[in-house]
């Protein structure tokens, strides 16, 4: 793993830890606040790098970055009992077309 992903788990962890629901959107802010500072600061020790990646391929992983970024902050949001009420629900709402039938051959 690179810096930059421990660091975006690092400040996830943190996320989960202090998380509120009152103040969840403040911290959501902070978080990516400190994700962009850490990245920029990368960015900055590493002028020496001479970047031989196509602009394709640059556009590619920044927007690999904030799909995950968007993944994690989607996942953060829900608790652990409100995803297992929504998969249950969702469980619920199936319909039992792959139950096995009952056959009888007596009847």
């Not at 930059?4 to 902070?30: D, G, I, Q, V």
């Not at 990368?42 to 001479?50: A, D, L, P, Q």
Request: positive net charge; aromatic residues 8%; glycine residues 0%.
């Amino acid at each position: 793993m690179s810096n930059s992903s421990l660091t975006t788990l690092h400040l996830l962890a943190l996320f989960y830890y202090f998380r509120k629901k009152k103040k969840n959107k403040e911290k959501k802010h902070r978080l990516e606040q400190q994700i962009n500072t850490n990245k920029n600061e990368e960015e900055e020790t590493k002028s020496g790098y001479i970047d031989k990646r196509t602009p394709a391929q640059m556009a590619f992983v920044k927007m690999q970055e904030k799909r995950q970024m968007e993944r994690i902050l989607n996942k953060a949001e829900k608790t652990h009992k409100r995803r297992v009420e929504d998969f249950n629900h969702h469980l619920d709402t199936l319909t039992e077309h792959y139950d096995i039938p009952k056959v009888s051959w007596t009847k």
